[in-house]
Every structure is written in structure tokens, then in C-alpha cells.
């Protein structure tokens, strides 16, 4: 199992930007597929973008294609989510996940990662 620890939410408004950041510790980091998933009030948890665990592949909602970039960084354990441009449709706690085996490619299903963070706030304000 892996704990992973979220940071860098906030409240900002419309048009700023935020860097989400998720440090992993337990499992050999760089050996998996790490995602990150958004749940607003009252909506199901989607997904926002995930980074292969060779560092390359990433994949993207639509919806933010274009202002958010998803990164990694294997020697210090840590994913990262660059967030620009932010809308107010942006608000919502944002999860840091790790898929459920090593080696695997990207995934926009929560049933295929196993760990998750506790989430981190992003709040942006019209």
C-alpha cells in the first residue's frame, strides 16, 4: 500500500492558477501510473489527468486540456498538477491516486487505481 498526501489547494479567482502537489511514500514510486481525479458537491468522482509511470504518456479530460499539465518527479516521489486559467467549473476537491499494478499504462477509471490521498480543496472564485 501506498500513502499518498496531497497539497497546494486554495481558494483563487477565475483565471489564476494553483500547483497541486502529491508526495508518495510505501511502494516504489515510479514503477506506477499516477492519476489525478476532482469530486465537486454533489457529483461523482472524475477524472482529470494521468501520467504514465515510464513519465511520458499523459492523458487529459477535455475539459482542461490546454491550462492543466500533470508532471512527476520519481526522485522525489512527488506528482504535480499545474493548474492555469482556472473557472470557477474548476471547484472541487482534488485526489491524487496510484493504479492498482505496476507497469501499467493510463487509466481514467477509479476502479483501476487503488490508493487514493485525502483530496485537497481548490476553490475558484468568479
Known amino acids: 500500500q501506498v500513502q499518498l498526501v496531497e497539497s497546494g489547494g486554495g481558494l483563487v479567482q477565475a483565471g489564476g492558477s494553483l500547483r497541486l502537489s502529491c508526495a508518495a511514500s510505501?511502494?516504489?514510486?515510479?514503477?506506477?501510473?499516477m492519476a489525478w481525479f476532482r469530486q465537486a458537491p454533489g457529483q461523482e468522482r472524475d477524472f482529470v489527468a494521468a501520467?504514465?509511470?515510464?513519465?511520458?504518456?499523459?492523458d487529459y479530460t477535455d475539459s482542461v486540456k490546454g491550462r492543466f499539465t500533470i508532471s512527476r518527479d520519481n526522485a522525489k516521489n512527488t506528482l504535480y498538477l499545474q493548474m492555469n486559467s482556472l473557472k470557477p467549473e474548476d471547484t472541487a476537491v482534488y485526489y491524487c491516486?496510484?493504479?492498482?499494478?505496476?507497469?501499467?499504462?493510463?487509466?481514467?477509471?477509479?476502479?483501476?487505481?487503488?490508493?487514493w490521498g485525502q483530496g485537497t480543496q481548490v476553490t475558484v472564485s468568479s
Open positions: 491516486a496510484v493504479r492498482n499494478l505496476r507497469y501499467l499504462g493510463l487509466s481514467t477509471r477509479t476502479a483501476e487505481y487503488r490508493d
Open positions: 510505501g511502494r516504489t514510486f515510479s514503477s506506477y501510473t
Open positions: 501520467i504514465n509511470w515510464s513519465g511520458g504518456p499523459t
